[in-house]
């Protein structure tokens, strides 16, 4: 790998946003990312176990039908203690695009999370450390977006289960287990 292969930071469904600081990886070779790599196809034989500390996946995870194969890579390639950033859609943003597999709410992330887990949750190791929502209103109700925000982070599971368009960001700390 080139030496922008060396960074221990990867940035998956890169798209457009290129992140100078990380390993930008998407399926789409036009948007130009450092590795082209289809991320449903496990393992990833580019990166070892235990070879990054960061991950961040934005508005990706949603395209995935198994979400939790997705969560057993990124252990695998997490150093203990490393970071798991993902950001889904809520609201119409999440139920719009016909190719989005899965859908998230609020309490989705503890579905990822060891200390939250339920008996017929996945078993993955992370631990859910911060999650907030970003939202808006729409139509007529719009202008109203500023006071739903401030809302938001007051409750943000009652604002992301009425808000319109928003997107959900969960912060995952890898754990031993």
């Known amino acids: 790998m080139s030496n922008a292969h060396a960074r221990d930071r990867l940035h998956l469904f890169c798209g457009e946003d290129y992140r100078e600081e990380a390993i ?11 590795l082209v790599l ?15 500390t960061y991950i961040e996946a934005r508005h990706g995870l949603e395209h995935l039908a198994d979400p939790t ?6 252990a695998r390639v997490l ?5 798991l950033e993902i950001t889904v859609p809520l609201g119409v ?11 998230w709410t609020y309490e989705t992330p503890e579905q990822y999370s060891a200390p939250d887990r339920r008996p017929w949750d996945p ?24 006071l739903f925000q401030a809302a938001a982070r ?5 604002a992301a289960a009425r808000c319109y368009g928003g997107e959900l960001t969960a912060v995952y700390r890898r754990v031993e287990q």
């Open 93 to 103: 943003n999440a139920r719009m695009d016909n190719d989005h597999e899965t859908k």
């Open 123 to 146: 078993e993955v190791p992370f631990e859910l450390v911060d999650r907030n929502v970003r939202t808006w209103l729409g139509g007529p109700l719009a202008p109203l977006t500023p």
């Open 38 to 52: 289809d991320l449903t196809d496990y393992p990833w034989t580019p990166f070892e176990d235990d070879s990054v």
């Open 79 to 83: 150093r203990s203690g490393g970071t």
């Open 69 to 74: 194969a997705f969560f057993e890579e990124c």
């Open 24 to 34: 930008n990886v998407d399926a789409n070779p036009d948007v130009d990312p450092d």
């Open 154 to 158: 007051r409750w943000p599971a009652w």
